[in-house]
């Protein structure tokens, strides 16, 4: 048996690790791993470790799929065989080269020629063992010959800087050397090649690491005697490959991959501003974003944009009351309010996980860690107890944890985010209009959201809403679920209570909660977030936890002897400040108050030879921090920027380098109290839980509707077919739900000829971005597959647009 955990890595840098499963040879890991990608890759890479507590964890295998088969695999569950790895197979980074071919007449009136291989410089060469110090071999190989040089070893870098030329003495036939009878064969130049090594120098005695290779065929130099190209760096031929890769098992994965490619804003504004007037389009059925809704297979597809687009413009409370409206008018029966997956209430879920993420933080992170920390037994069905479990104790147990999650709800009202509220209390208004008899549809409109959408799902799986870091354990899960069915049912305030459980014992345990204060409190809590005209948010305001994690510092020199070196801290932000201390938990060792923090920015690599560095701008001084990899880099660095965006005394200006030895690396300024020479980015906006860009998810609005076209005729189709022939309708017509013809035929053309518009400006901009592309250049160098797919693509289309 193996203690296992993977690893999800950006050509090598890991950026996401799962728990690790003990004692298993089929683990399963349930987890689910999102980020934005901050550079460029070549390989999204996953590893399957075997933990070992005495030596370094050893590699089973890994599955590495190339950025331009991710479409291929896009959210699909697919099994990949795992791959065996060594050296060969874990190769990255470019190279470049320069070649030059020159005549030489020697002593003796023969011309030979000369060959000077000048390299450049690499990027991106893989990290071995937290090191690289790499160097490069040059060999000019042929049949009869191979002759190798060798680069200076660069230190402590991924991205050397070599730039040494290496001449190799070439013959080629020519009419002077026929002469000397005696002379043998001269070799075809067109018969050699250069071949470059990368090698990582070790200082162990297993010997350098091999880092890649490329081989260039000096056939290349037939056109002009010179030539120079990036190059990707390729793994060995190795002949013997005797290891069939079904040995190692495989690996299930469902990855999920999307590119927007984004215009100016100023291209989008016709879509854009036919989606925010949703809201005021009478009947809203007739308007842009629900039309969007009704031609997307999947209501969640089209709430996800929709919902960022009006979160970033301020529209989504009219937006989401209009569609509750007009969705509680068509409701018959109180009970199923808001019950079905319709787009309203996608829309409300979509509202709920990005305005609602942080108080369900504050609310329930705490109670839930306690549980996972404490595991007391809790299952109360008879069948499933273990020897030795008593059946009261545990019913007690669980007793506690219900009423104290319950409690922490029930008192939360107050810090409930004031959008959430503002959509409950139009969905409060529209539900007691509707159902003027029955007292309590006012509170069921609200608690279908609030306790079965947010609170219960949480509480059910809070690995999905970062309540916890991994998936929990069999146990654990079984005291989280039968939780949050008692909370689902409290909330739901549903007439007999015990009735509405299929199994007996959830029944006899509810019995405990039949009290009426448990209600009472439900009801004060569903009137508090569901009111209109509510406090000021400012005014309780408590520090709120934005993020944490260890990372690396080096000493800020705040005394004035000390080593200034690097040290490995647990760094906390919350609103309110910025600290670190030795571990989780300990008394900070520094704090610096979020108005002291006048910029957030990269550090250049060449400051301290360090990768996923970034800098914290304070009055006096600057904190320099490395993070764990690029993802988590970016990450730190866009919550700091948003946290401090406010400021009043932001800097424009910054240095991108660190002070070393009496001046700044970057602008050799000698005063370090020099006012900076870069430009500050981030203009993020202030507001701290939702960072929004407008244009990308117009740009994903877009391409949805480019991608279902074909319905958005059939629509118009139905609209045509309804408002001339009122009988009963064709087939295919019937699923769409149309109030108003006219106008929805109105819309449908607005939104074509907004559609069509975009595409042509994306077919423009491709064609010209190819005229403009040159294979071998630093962003497409050669072994580039996607550039060798995109240029088949477009010839392509050449072919068809002709």
Not at 562 to 589: A, I, S, V
Not at 746 to 764: D, F, P, S, Y
Request: proline fraction near 4%; include cysteine; charge should be neutral.
């Amino acid at each position: 048996m193996r203690d296992c955990y993977c690893t999800v890595n950006l050509d090598q840098e890991e950026v996401f690790r799962t728990k690790i499963v003990e004692k298993s040879l089929c683990p399963f890991y349930g987890e689910d791993f999102y980020c934005e990608i901050p550079r460029s890759f070549r390989h999204l890479s996953f590893y399957v470790f075997d933990r070992d507590v005495f030596r370094r964890d050893s590699i089973i295998g890994k599955v590495a799929i190339q950025k331009e088969d991710l479409q291929k695999y896009h959210n699909r569950d697919t099994w990949f065989q795992l791959q065996h790895v060594d050296a060969d197979s874990e190769v990255q980074g470019k190279v470049h080269l320069e070649l030059r071919l020159s005549e030489v007449i020697t002593d003796t009136g023969v011309v030979c020629h000369k060959l000077a291989t000048r390299v450049l410089e690499c990027q991106g060469l893989p990290i071995v063992n937290g090191q690289c110090d790499p160097y490069a071999t040059v060999t000019l190989a042929g049949p009869y010959r191979s002759e190798a040089k060798k680069t200076k070893v660069k230190k402590k870098t991924n991205n050397p800087q070599f730039d040494e030329v290496f001449y190799f003495e070439v013959t080629r036939p020519s009419s002077y050397s026929r002469k000397s009878h005696f002379d043998f064969e001269d070799e075809d130049v067109d018969k050699l090649e250069i071949r470059v090594d990368l090698w990582n120098a070790s200082n162990l005695k297993f010997g350098d690491e091999f880092l890649g290779e490329l081989r260039i065929p000096l056939t290349v130099l037939r056109q002009s005697s010179s030539y120079e190209a990036w190059y990707f760096l390729q793994p060995r031929d190795s002949g013997s490959k005797s290891l069939k890769p079904g040995d190692l098992g495989s690996l299930r994965l469902n990855v999920v991959y999307t590119e927007d490619h984004v215009f100016s804003s100023d291209y989008y504004s016709p879509l854009r501003d036919l989606l925010l007037k949703s809201a005021d389009v009478e009947p809203v059925s007739a308007s842009a974003a629900h039309v969007l809704g009704e031609v997307c297979r999947e209501k969640q597809e089209a709430a996800i944009p929709l919902v960022r687009l009006f979160l970033h413009y301020g529209r989504v409370v009219p937006f989401i009351s209009a569609i509750a409206n007009a969705e509680v008018q068509r409701t018959q029966d109180p009970n199923t309010i808001f019950r079905g997956n319709s787009l309203t209430s996608k829309c409300i879920d979509e509202t709920m996980k990005l305005a609602g993420m942080q108080y369900l933080h504050v609310t329930l992170k705490p109670t839930i860690e306690e549980i996972c920390q404490s595991h007391k037994p809790c299952e109360i069905d008879p069948v499933k107890l273990k020897d030795g479990e008593n059946l009261e104790s545990n019913m007690e147990n669980l007793r506690q944890y219900v009423d104290r999650i319950f409690n922490v709800i029930t008192k939360s009202g107050v810090s409930c985010p004031t959008v959430m509220c503002d959509i409950f209390f139009s969905l409060r208004e529209a539900a007691a209009k509707r159902f003027q008899d029955d007292l309590d549809v006012r509170y069921t409109a609200v608690s279908s959201f609030i306790f079965l959408r947010f609170f219960a799902p949480a509480i059910l799986s809070p690995n999905l809403f970062q309540l916890t870091p991994h998936h929990t354990d069999p146990q654990t899960s079984r005291t989280l679920t039968l939780i949050s069915k008692t909370i689902q049912t409290l909330g739901s305030l549903s007439k007999s209570k015990s009735a509405s459980f299929k199994e007996s014992y959830m029944a006899a345990f509810y019995e405990f909660f039949n009290e009426q204060k448990y209600a009472d409190a439900v009801k004060n809590f569903l009137d508090l977030i569901s009111s209109s005209g509510r406090r000021d948010p400012k005014s309780v305001e408590q520090p709120i936890l934005l993020k944490e994690g260890f990372m690396i510092k080096r000493a800020q020199g705040r005394k004035r002897f000390g080593m200034k070196n690097f040290k490995k801290r647990w760094f906390r932000l919350t609103n309110h400040e910025f600290t670190y201390q030795r571990n989780k938990g300990d008394q900070p060792l520094c704090s610096i108050p979020i108005e002291n923090i006048l910029a957030v920015e990269q550090l250049e690599e060449e400051s301290f030879k360090m990768k996923n560095m970034f800098q914290v701008i304070q009055p006096e001084r600057a904190l320099y921090i490395q993070a764990n990899n690029c993802v988590e880099a970016k990450a730190w660095i866009d919550i700091l920027t948003k946290v401090s965006q406010c400021n009043q005394k932001r800097l424009t200006v910054y240095h991108p380098s660190a002070y070393l030895n009496g001046h700044w690396l970057c602008c050799r300024a000698a005063s370090d109290t020099a006012a900076g020479c870069s430009p500050c980015t981030g203009g993020l906006p202030a507001n701290i839980q939702l960072d929004i860009d407008g244009d990308r998810e117009t740009e994903r609005i877009y391409s949805l509707f480019n991608s279902y076209m074909s319905k958005l005729e059939k629509m118009q189709e139905a609209c045509g077919s309804r408002s001339v022939y009122a009988g009963p309708e064709q087939e295919e017509y019937s699923t769409f739900l149309i109030d108003d013809p006219q106008e929805t035929y109105k819309t449908l053309k607005q939104v074509i000829a907004g559609v069509v518009a975009l595409e042509q400006e994306h077919a423009q901009y491709k064609r010209d971005k190819f005229k403009k592309t040159k294979y071998g250049s630093q962003e497409h160098p050669i072994g580039d597959k996607s550039f060798q797919s995109y240029i088949r693509q477009q010839s392509e289309v050449s072919t068809h647009s002709m």
